[in-house]
């Protein structure tokens, strides 16, 4: 009875932060694609920052992670933590890469975007092999060239309809920005899985908490001092209120889906959080196409089953290969 209860409360823990993921994000991309696509008041005016919104999300959601650290996130005495400055460095890629992601919305569509950022892995095994030798599976050597392939027939040719919502439509500028954010969100992974094995009693919260802060911080300069971008947002805000609030919405939406993000990877691993996160970039396109009547061809249809199949086969193969290592982990101690 008490390992049934116990699976039960596992199974709802995981249903409840699938969706909180879902939700959060799925909302998140909606507002994320009419602030790109919507022009406000009589004379159409177009939400020119899209990449300062990742600045305006950084300190909601160090704000919102401060108070949960605080009432939540009790200290034992004794115990190493990582020091606040232990995240500025990750924090400088973090902010660049995301800030790239968005600017490339201007150049190209949000579905495109969405599937271009969801080929992690090409970056990934290139300079896995490249840079340290390593060698993969056939089967990772397939699903990479299903995913490249996948992109590359998706950006052949897109919807006229979709194509004059664009701000300044450039196909090859907006792929550029997202293979840029791929690469510094590959270093930004790496640096954070390095605290977590340096400081093992750091939190997810703790993370959360000081990777904003630090994030915020870089902004602050940026749109204040080196460009009039800060007080042109807060100017566009005031002049077109409903553009402030979708820019709360977005940066609520993040807060929460972050805090869903951590207590995952928490309670079940970075696996599962994977796998919920790729299908979920996959209901991202199909909530563009049915709610913003983005229309795909049939070929970028075709594309998108590509990427997705690829990357769920690639999931599975981590999955089997993390299981093997668990289980003969008990042997060797025996």
């Known amino acids: ?46 939400f020119a920052h899209l990449s300062s919104l990742n600045a305006v999300q950084c300190w909601v959601c160090f704000v919102w992670a401060a108070l949960l650290v605080a009432v939540f996130d009790k200290r034992k005495p004794g115990q190493e933590y990582p020091p606040f400055t232990a995240y500025w460095k990750p924090a400088i890629t973090n902010c660049v890469g995301p800030a790239c992601g968005l600017a490339a919305l201007k150049y190209i569509s949000y579905p495109a975007q969405v599937l271009a950022k969801s080929s992690k892995m ?37 919807s006229s309809k979709v194509t004059r919502k664009l701000a300044s439509p450039n196909a090859p500028l907006g792929y550029t920005l997202c293979l840029v954010n791929l690469v510094l969100d590959g270093y930004t992974n790496a640096s954070q899985d390095e605290i977590h094995k340096r400081y093992k009693h750091g939190s997810a919260l703790q993370m959360m908490c000081w990777m904003n802060f630090w994030c915020g911080l870089y902004y602050l300069p940026i749109l204040f001092v080196f460009s009039s971008v800060g007080p042109e947002l807060l100017a566009f805000c005031l002049q077109f209120p409903e553009a402030g609030w979708d820019i709360l919405l ?43 009547a983005n229309p795909l061809l049939p070929q970028q249809w075709g594309a998108v089953a590509l990427v997705f199949s690829g990357l769920l086969v690639s999931t599975w193969t981590k999955s089997r290969r993390h299981g093997k290592a668990h289980r003969a982990a008990p042997e060797k101690q025996q």
């Open 1 to 46: 009875m008490a390992a049934a209860s116990s699976k039960l409360r596992q199974t709802l823990l995981l249903a409840a932060c699938v969706a909180g993921i879902y939700a959060s994000y799925l909302t998140q991309g909606v507002v994320q694609e009419t602030l790109s696509t919507k022009k406000f008041g009589p004379q159409g005016a177009r």
């Open 250 to 292: 977005f940066c609520m939406c993040g807060a929460v889906g972050q805090l869903f993000i951590f207590g995952t990877i928490k309670a079940f691993g970075s696996l599962v959080n994977t796998l919920i996160t790729t299908t979920r970039k996959f209901f991202n396109i199909l909530l563009s196409v049915l709610w913003n």
């Open 122 to 158: 090409i970056p990934v095994m290139l300079m896995g092999t490249v840079l340290h030798g390593k060698r993969y599976s056939a089967l990772e050597y397939a699903c990479c060239l299903a995913i490249s392939a996948g992109v590359g027939l998706f950006g052949l040719k897109s």
